[in-house]
């Protein structure tokens, strides 16, 4: 098979550790890559980037951010519709306030707020754990959208609470508003994405991954090796902060265009997130792909073939809908409760060991 | 990786679906239907959709189309979400030869979401009584229409209808009026207005929201029972009318001093509180009932044929005869455009051009078989909202019925008028529109 590591020989440390240490993994993902940045702006119109691969990347890009607190750290959260409020509202005042800065730096600057908001409300962690810790978080959930409905300062005055994103431009392409082309909205949420990925795959197999992973397998194990559980679980709650916080950013600037506190960052995103990383994979950024690939598309490829394909009702597509996404999300998590990411690797174990499986 | 390739596979049948069934076709105009038939908004979405569909197919199936030009409804389901609302849009806005002709979003948020894609994308909004009450300034919103009323119009009214029933304008001084309302952009809209109002006319305003979906109310009807509000108004959709007029009875506040929004006067808001609903207001801007020629064509060239879209006896209720007028208005906004253009293969962008030129007074509401059914509209280039026109309507528990019960007022246009400048206003400077010159 072409997936096989033999002969690929690893002559210092420095290829032993490399980010992706087989061959054929690293020709994927530049595959991936080149992808999709030269092909698919070419091949795909106008719906399908504006309306499936925008939310799919926005979205994976939350399911990172808390698959770094859940699955790598252990610390379950049901706040991620509200972080992600706190990055779209951040985003929002600074493009109100400050716009000459430019869109990518305040998307960032809007990641570190929601990293210190985030920071805040992880503190009761290192007192509470497992599902209370959860109720803790579904705390900052209804506080934080309370807030940003309530406090007129948040959406600058505007009589329905709504907040809209003025047009901004990026290298001369405008890229957020109603004229913004699709194409470069693309290429900026999958650069984000992109790079962001590639640091959470860095971030999590490094010192610091690796104190949050023990901090998740037995904190008390943990600390008597010297892992600081303040540090460990602060700096997970901030760095995924950070990045659900740009997650949310993108979602209201560049995918949305205008949002309101009580829809857009509702419960409903809180666990539309988390079903994204159980059934991708907890503790995988491959996982927080497949997972948000899963949740974004599946509904809408459903509803395509259904609708446009074979002609159903619209009423009744919908309903089947949603009786077929809950079917696969239980049937998925039966036979695969480690999520797609984990079929993804038996997969790769199973193509290495062939055709000799024993 | 293995789903990519799959979701490619997947990406390639959708495109060629088109292929195999559009090949040969006359030319078919696009009208969307935003439908929601699913969530907690569906016994509100459900009859509206009915209407605006099945008014559209007895013109297919009577006149042929619109002067002879078939008129293809497309549906998407939205659920009352916005994100499947602009979904839906992205679908249809480029279906079939004329694209998307006119879009009725049927919900605020969702009519926010859409007003900047709608210049860009050359596509009428028709947010018929809802949506943002600014776009009323046409010469700042070319793209968007919200006849035959404002929700700002409409608070207006309430107001006045308040004061003709305790004996004038002045008697409004030191009365207490709350507001029950979604806790959306929706129900927000007309708090602006009646706190302009209530400094003007000196009364007690209080407005109390009610979260998404509105199933819990306790709190808030235990605050209007301590309080002891004289009128209570509502900006409710969906399953909160329900109960919140079930609310409203359980306390035993006086139900023909409870007055809703025309969102929350239909059937399916009042019969689940039973007697207790008797005497509940609503606003209006059309007759209720099934009793006009153009019911009759629905039935005989729709429902006889087996193609309705809803239950036959549900024909005629409020929120059915709202999908029927906005059909109406959708149609004739499409006759008039090909008039001016003189072509019948028209696109959104003259469409835009025929609601702008739109005028369907009494003689034509006869000719279409509702005479008497909703008031004269005309629309200018200046000002989309039109008459600005509001009746009112009451609940009969007994008789099972709704009936007109005011004659139709004339808003405040002193205090609405101000506040839509204003508005509109900060959109254009927020979003860089310079105002069109109307002539």
């Known amino acids: ?358 | 990786m293995k789903t990519r390739s799959l979701t490619k596979t997947i990406v390639a049948a959708l495109m060629a679906i088109p292929l195999f069934c559009g090949a040969v076709s006359a030319y078919e105009l696009t009208i969307p239907s935003f439908d929601y038939r699913t969530g907690p908004y569906a016994p509100n979405g459900i009859p509206f959709a009915n209407g605006y569909g099945d008014y559209l197919l007895m013109l297919n199936q009577r006149d042929g189309g619109i002067n002879g030009t078939k008129l293809k409804l497309t549906p998407c389901e939205t659920a009352y979400n916005t994100k499947r609302g602009v979904e839906c849009y992205e679908n249809v806005k480029n279906e079939g030869d004329s694209g998307a002709i006119a879009i009725q979003p049927l919900s605020t948020g969702i009519t926010y979401q859409l007003i900047p894609k709608s210049s860009v994308d050359r596509i009428p909004i028709f947010s018929m009584g809802y949506g943002r009450t600014s776009a009323a300034n046409g010469k700042i919103f070319p793209w968007v229409f919200n006849f035959p009323a404002t929700y700002w119009s409409q608070a207006t009214v309430f107001v006045q209808y308040i004061a003709e029933k305790e004996g004038g304008m002045d008697k409004l001084k030191g009365k207490k009026i709350a507001l029950v309302y979604h806790n959306s952009a929706y129900g927000k809209e007309p708090i602006r207005t009646l706190e302009s109002a209530a400094k003007k006319f000196g009364f007690e305003f209080m407005a109390l929201p009610v979260d998404h979906p509105g199933q819990e109310q306790k709190a808030t009807w235990l605050q209007i029972r301590k309080e002891r509000p004289d009128w209570v108004m509502m900006w409710g959709w969906g399953v909160m009318n329900q109960v919140a007029i079930k609310e409203a009875a359980s306390i035993r506040y006086p139900m023909d001093h409870f007055i809703g929004v025309w969102w929350s006067g239909s059937e399916n808001d009042v019969l689940p509180a039973g007697d207790g609903a008797d005497g509940y207001l609503s606003g209006a801007f059309h007759q209720p009932g099934d009793n006009f020629p153009a019911h009759d064509d629905i039935k005989k060239h729709v429902y006889d044929k087996g193609m309705g879209l809803g239950d036959r006896d549900r024909i005629g209720e409020v929120l059915y005869n709202r999908g029927l007028v906005a059909a109406m208005w959708t149609s004739e906004a499409i006759r008039k455009a090909m008039e001016i253009h003189g072509t019948n293969k028209v696109k959104g962008v003259h469409v835009r051009d025929g609601f702008e030129a739109l005028d369907v007074d009494e003689a034509r509401l006869t000719e279409l078989g509702l005479p008497g059914f909703t008031i004269p509209v005309k629309i200018t280039c200046e000002n989309h909202e039109g008459p600005g026109k509001v009746a009112l309507q009451q609940w009969d528990a007994k008789a099972k019925k709704w009936s007109l019960v005011s004659s139709f007022y004339d808003p405040l246009r002193d205090i609405t008028g101000p506040l839509i400048a204003e508005d509109s206003a900060q959109y254009a400077k927020e979003n860089s529109v310079v105002p069109r010159i109307c002539n």
């Not at chain 1, 999300?329 to 790769?348: D, S, T, Y």
Request: contains cysteine; hydrophobic residues 60%.
């Open chain 1, 1 to 358: 098979m072409i997936y096989r590591e033999t002969g690929q020989f690893k002559a210092n440390y420095q290829d032993d550790q490399a980010l992706f240490p087989i061959a054929q993994d690293r020709y994927v993902v530049l595959a991936v890559l080149l992808v999709t940045f030269a092909i698919v702006p070419l091949l795909l119109n106008q719906y399908w980037l504006n309306a499936i691969l925008l939310p799919f990347l926005i979205y994976a890009l939350a399911a990172l951010g808390l698959n770094i607190l859940t699955g790598y750290c252990g610390q379950l959260s049901l706040g991620t519709g509200a972080f992600m409020a706190v990055g779209a509202f951040s985003v929002f005042k600074l493009m109100t306030v400050i716009p000459e800065l430019g869109f990518i730096p305040l998307v960032i600057l809007s990641g570190l707020i929601t990293a210190a908001v985030g920071t805040l409300f992880g503190l009761p962690s290192l007192r509470i754990k497992g599902f209370y810790l959860a109720v803790a978080t579904l705390a900052a959930q209804f506080f934080l959208i309370w807030l940003f409905n309530k406090v007129g300062w948040f959406f600058n005055y505007n009589a329905t609470g709504m907040i809209t994103s003025p047009p901004m431009t990026l290298f001369g392409v405008i890229i957020t508003g109603p004229s913004a082309d699709p194409v470069a909205k693309y290429y900026l949420v999958a650069g984000f994405v992109a790079v962001f990925a590639l640091f959470a795959k860095n971030i999590a197999r490094g010192r610091i991954g690796r104190n949050w992973m023990a901090i998740r397998d037995m904190d008390i194990a943990a600390e008597l090796i010297g892992v600081r559980p303040l540090i460990a679980k602060l700096s997970a709650f901030a760095v995924s902060s950070f990045y659900i916080g740009m997650a949310g950013a993108l979602y209201f600037a560049v995918w949305l265009g205008s949002a309101e506190p009580t829809e857009a960052f509702d419960i409903n995103q809180s666990f539309l997130v988390l079903f994204m990383i159980i059934i991708g994979g907890l503790g995988s950024v491959l996982g927080s792909f497949l997972g948000a690939a899963f949740m974004v598309m599946m509904p809408i490829l459903l509803k395509n073939i259904m609708v446009d394909g074979l002609g159903t009702d619209a009423a009744l597509a919908a309903h089947i809908e949603i009786i077929t996404v809950g079917v696969l999300i239980i049937g998925f998590l039966i036979v695969e409760p480690h999520g797609l990411a984990r079929l993804w690797r038996i997969a790769k174990e199973k193509m290495r060991l062939w055709p000799f499986p024993h």
